[in-house]
């Protein structure tokens, strides 16, 4: 059984910086295409960025720039670096895998049902 858990959520102030990652366990994650999305109470849940098995890395373009998402440990873990926070940031953050081969495909952001597992997800809060 294919396992996703964040961790690294927080509260800081805006223009400072939070980590977050994710670990998989349980499945052959090195031909996952490895995502994280967000959500706010209210709206729909929306993708912040995704890498895949060869680190090619997609992102939104609220958070170009800004974010930065690698992965290690033989593909297993997946980090969210985000920096220059905004309140417009505050969400649950959460980890996603898509298990068809390892590619993300430029449309990857937008096509939350193509997401084969999901975590728990993470809190983050940036006040003003």
């Known amino acids: 059984q294919v396992q996703l858990v964040e961790s690294g959520g927080g509260s800081v102030q805006a223009g400072g910086s939070l980590r977050l990652s994710c670990v998989a366990s349980?499945?052959?994650?090195?031909?996952?295409?490895m995502c994280w999305f967000r959500q706010v109470p209210g709206k729909e849940r929306e993708g912040v960025g995704c890498v895949g098995s060869a680190g090619t890395t997609r992102y939104a373009d609220s958070v170009k720039g800004r974010f930065t998402i690698s992965r290690a440990n033989g593909g297993s873990t997946m980090y969210l670096e985000m920096s220059s926070l905004k309140p417009e940031d505050t969400a649950m953050y959460y980890c996603?895998?898509?298990?068809?081969?390892?590619?993300?495909?430029?449309?990857?952001?937008?096509?939350?049902?193509?997401?084969?597992?999901w975590g728990k997800g993470a809190l983050v809060t940036i006040s003003s």
């Open positions: 349980g499945g052959t994650y090195t031909r996952y295409c």
């Open positions: 996603a895998a898509d298990r068809g081969g390892g590619y993300c495909p430029i449309d990857v952001l937008t096509d939350r049902d193509r997401m084969d597992y």
